[in-house]
């Protein structure tokens, strides 16, 4: 769950997290490249936002026919904390381990996002990187009537006052683009 496939600098350049780590560890070892020890798994299950830049761009690295994947869009890095949050990880990480977790299984657990403050609040921010504030303010209002918390509230007070005809922005991590 929210792949971080290694911490070789030249596997992942673009990687700018856990720095402490990268600079503690080793990461030239057998065992350094997940997407690589992957390949001689029977079968691997990968769990990540294909909208959060940095674990997509992980997860493209798996390759091997092996991999089974189970994208969680708008959820984040924090992807266990909100399928706990959800009411699913227990029932996600049981049906991965002892089988029937189909995509189709997946895609119906999925679906309780909609009842959750973090995917409301991952797709207003996605909004104002496109530089829509009001689409922005619209989301954040819509998930505090279906999913009220008050992070919602916090992040609707904070919202600049943008306009919807600012230009879509995009994040680049070391030459690779990732929208986000």
Partial sequence: MSPQSTLRRDLVPWEQRYLE????????GKW????RA??????????????????????????ADNITRYPAPFLGH?????????????????????GGLSTE????MLAKRKDSPAYYEALS??????????????????GAGRAPHKRLDRAQAV?????????????????IQISH
């Avoid at 350094?32 to 997407?35: G, L, N, R, W």
């Avoid at 921010?125 to 819509?142: K, Y």
């Fill in 21 to 28: 780590g990268r600079r503690i560890g080793d990461w030239d």
């Fill in 32 to 35: 350094s490249d997940a997407a």
């Fill in 38 to 63: 992957a390949r001689g798994a029977a079968e691997v299950k990968l769990f990540y936002d294909p909208c959060f830049g940095p674990d997509a761009a992980h997860a493209a690295r798996f390759d």
């Fill in 78 to 98: 924090k992807l266990p904390r909100q399928l706990k949050e959800m009411g699913v990880l227990t029932t996600v990480a049981s049906r991965a381990i002892k």
């Fill in 105 to 108: 299984t997946w895609a119906r």
């Fill in 125 to 142: 921010q996605r909004a104002l990187r496109r530089g829509c504030a009001v689409r922005a303010r619209a989301i954040l209002e819509f």
């Fill in 159 to 175: 919202l600049p006052d943008m306009g919807e005809a600012s230009a879509p922005a995009e994040t680049a991590h070391g030459g």
